[in-house]
Nanobody
């Protein structure tokens, strides 16, 4: 069974920083794209940042210049460095990954359970 587990959320003051981590575990052949989404209270889940297996990145306009996604393929980890936090960044942050269970299988999309980031003004 594949699992994605986030960590690193918490309460931080505006202007502060956090680093979120996501560990992928279980039986799989490889990981394709990995990313972070967030869902604020009363809002839809939105893409924050994503990275392909080749290292190409994509960021939401609202976080460009403040958030940085990175991954450690050897450890099956993806990270999100969050700087200059704003109260509007308050949300549950979810890790997402497309995995190949076997070498000849189609990618399957997996989600973590989320980690809460709360930014106080």
């Amino acid at each position: 069974q594949v699992q994605l587990e986030e960590s690193g959320g918490g309460l931080v003051q505006a202007g502060g920083s956090l680093k979120l981590s996501c560990a992928v575990s279980g039986m799989f052949f490889s990981i394709n794209a990995m990313g972070w989404y967030r869902q604020a209270p009363g809002k839809q889940r939105e893409l924050v940042a994503a990275m392909t297996s080749g290292g190409s990145t994509n960021y939401a306009d609202s976080v460009k210049g403040r958030f940085t996604i990175s991954r450690d393929n050897a450890k099956n980890m993806v990270y999100l460095q969050i700087n200059s936090l704003k109260p509007e960044d308050t949300a549950v942050y979810y890790c997402n990954a497309d995995l190949l269970r076997w070498s000849n299988s189609r990618p399957i999309n997996y989600w973590g359970k989320g980690t809460l980031v709360t930014v106080s003004s």
